[in-house]
């Protein structure tokens, strides 16, 4: 139990540094950073915090096969409307929504989680199959619960498609090795 404890804080400690990386952090050019896949732990976190929101989301939604983009939006708009005294905090929402929302672009995508590092930090990633094409799902919800951007979460699945599909032939893209 100890164990589980320890490792969900360093997975929340990654969480938060991504966070800050993206809100403090600039840019980094392609040579400027690193990936390496997800740990067992890192994975395992991922997985129970994904199922965690499949029942985070039907409890303001309802019962679904699948929920997509729309669905996440729609439950944190759902959630900030809630004014129970035993509602979930943002960061629970940003774990369990960041690893769902990863998941479904998984899914839908040729993008796998990875962790990406740089000068100003490390966060999860999804990122392209054979290129260095990718997004961050838990830095999209927290700007969807933190900063309020509702509806954007499509927006966000469709921008990297769309990045996919115009850079799969592009020379100037790194390819994964």
């Given at each position: 139990?100890l164990?589980?404890?320890?490792?969900?804080?360093?997975?929340?400690?990654?969480?938060?540094?991504?966070?800050?990386?993206?809100l403090?952090?600039?840019?980094?050019?392609?040579?400027?950073f690193?990936?390496?896949?997800?740990?067992q732990?890192?994975?395992?976190?991922?997985?129970l915090?994904?199922?965690?929101?499949?029942?985070?989301?039907?409890?303001?939604?309802?019962?679904?096969?699948?929920?997509?983009?729309?669905?996440?939006?729609?439950?944190i708009?759902?959630?900030r409307?809630?004014?129970?005294?035993n509602?979930?905090?943002?960061?629970?929402?940003?774990?369990?929504?960041?690893?769902?929302?990863?998941?479904?672009?998984?899914?839908?995508?040729?993008?796998?989680?990875?962790?990406?590092?740089?000068?100003q930090?490390?966060?999860?990633?999804?990122?392209?199959?054979?290129?260095?094409?990718?997004?961050?799902?838990?830095?999209?919800?927290?700007k969807?619960?933190?900063?309020?951007?509702?509806?954007?979460?499509?927006?966000?699945?469709?921008?990297?498609?769309?990045?996919?599909?115009?850079?799969?032939?592009?020379?100037?893209?790194?390819?994964?090795?």
């Amino acid at each position: 139990m100890l164990a589980a404890l320890v490792i969900m804080d360093s997975m929340r400690l990654i969480l938060i540094m991504g966070l800050l990386s993206f809100l403090f952090g600039g840019k980094s050019k392609a040579a400027d950073f690193e990936i390496a896949p997800l740990t067992q732990e890192q994975a395992e976190f991922v997985e129970l915090k994904s199922k965690e929101a499949i029942s985070f989301i039907s409890k303001y939604i309802g019962e679904k096969e699948s929920y997509d983009a729309n669905d996440i939006d729609k439950t944190i708009e759902l959630w900030r409307a809630n004014n129970s005294n035993n509602k979930n905090d943002e960061n629970f929402v940003i774990e369990t929504l960041g690893s769902y929302f990863g998941n479904l672009m998984s899914k839908d995508l040729p993008v796998e989680w990875f962790i990406y590092e740089d000068k100003q930090g490390t966060d999860f990633c999804v990122i392209h199959k054979e290129i260095f094409v990718y997004s961050f799902p838990y830095s999209a919800i927290y700007k969807a619960v933190v900063e309020k951007r509702i509806g954007a979460l499509a927006d966000v699945q469709n921008a990297l498609k769309d990045q996919i599909e115009e850079s799969t032939n592009d020379p100037e893209i790194m390819e994964r090795k």
